[in-house]
């Protein structure tokens, strides 16, 4: 102890010394387990960034920046989808904006009125009537109501807009006969409704647009049906159409309405009923009234005479059942990335 007490700051000397020397050790082993952690981090970013630089395309370098470059053709696609947008217009729903159940009932019923008049004019026959009502253009379930199921009205409104649109395009084609339009179940009145009314199909929505699916069914010529088609394709909508199914159409729609009809729509006005345009050939069955003359061409019921010439049918034309499904497009609204 004496030493102690003769060398006493000596002692503390060593004792400060011996602290601050344990206080660096403890500092150093935390410094290095941080530069070891770190280096671990950096070995994982090092790796990853390895390996991004070996995918194809990769990030770039100095001197390619394909990272921007992607950005930059975002944003082209961006100006091309925004400038694309005036192709894709929507249908107006009938009636427009926020509706009630009468407002509805009322649209519903003016519009029936409206197709059957334009069917009337473009000499296109329906389907007959069915419980004392005219042909309900895939609404027979909603027709009658004047309220109906929550939530359905707007997806009620926007199929009716459609529905005349879609109807009105083949109207424009002059086709002989409307057999029936089918559309998505949207509301539980549908369930009421007639299957013939609906298709078992869903509406279907990506990242860029919905498609909504329609069939509609008709009766016509080829020509009929080719104008059918380039309606809807030079439609201010986009309709896009997903398959044709063509067959031909009874023998009894055949001789009742095919010439008959065809001659009509094709001459109206300038043929009685019952009479054939030049050219065309009566089916079995359909005779001029009584008293009215017939084309030459239906007169003679013997081959012409050897040698003079005529020219030869090679192709004879028939009524066909075309169903066509349609899926319309309706761009969705853009978010801000």
């Known amino acids: 102890m004496a030493w102690i007490k003769r060398n006493l700051f000596f002692v503390i000397g060593g004792l400060v010394a011996l602290g601050l020397l344990g206080g660096a050790g403890f500092y150093i082993y935390q410094g290095w387990t941080r530069n070891s952690g770190a280096a671990g981090q950096l070995e994982e970013i090092y790796g990853t960034l390895k390996k991004f630089q070996a995918q194809k395309p990769s990030p770039g370098n100095e001197k390619i920046d394909n990272t921007q470059i992607a950005r930059e053709q975002r ?16 249908i107006p729903p009938i009636p427009p904006g926020k509706i009630s159940g009468e407002a509805f009932a009322g649209a519903l019923r003016r519009t029936i009125d409206i197709l059957q008049r334009e069917a009337d004019q473009a000499k296109v026959t329906l389907p007959p009537k069915t419980d004392n009502y005219d042909y309900s253009f895939s609404f027979s379930a909603e027709r009658q109501l004047v309220e109906f199921a929550e939530g359905s009205l707007e997806p009620l409104a926007t199929q009716l807009g459609e529905v005349k649109a879609i109807t009105e395009t083949v109207f424009s084609a002059q086709v002989n006969a409307l057999d029936g339009i ?156």
């Open 75 to 90: 944003q082209q696609l961006d100006d091309w989808i925004q400038s694309a947008a005036q192709y894709f217009q929507p």
């Open 182 to 337: 089918q559309r998505v179940r949207v509301s539980a009145d549908d369930a009421k409704g007639p299957a013939g009314d609906y298709l078992d199909e869903q509406t279907v929505t990506n990242d860029l647009a919905v498609i909504t699916p329609y069939v509609i069914t008709f009766r016509c010529f080829t020509p009929e049906l080719a104008r059918v088609v380039g309606a809807f394709a030079s439609s201010s909508n986009t309709f896009l159409v997903k398959s044709i199914n063509v067959e031909p159409a009874s023998a009894a729609s055949t001789t009742t309405t095919t010439m008959a009809d065809a001659a009509r729509a094709w001459l109206p006005g300038l043929l009685p009923p019952g009479a054939m345009p030049p050219g065309v050939l009566a089916p079995p069955g359909v005779l001029a009234p009584p008293g009215s003359p017939l084309p030459a061409v239906l007169a003679p019921t013997t081959p012409p005479a050897a040698g003079k010439g005529g020219l030869q049918t090679i192709l004879k034309e028939q009524l066909l059942r075309v169903s066509v499904e349609v899926g319309l497009v309706k761009l969705r609204p853009r978010t801000k990335s």
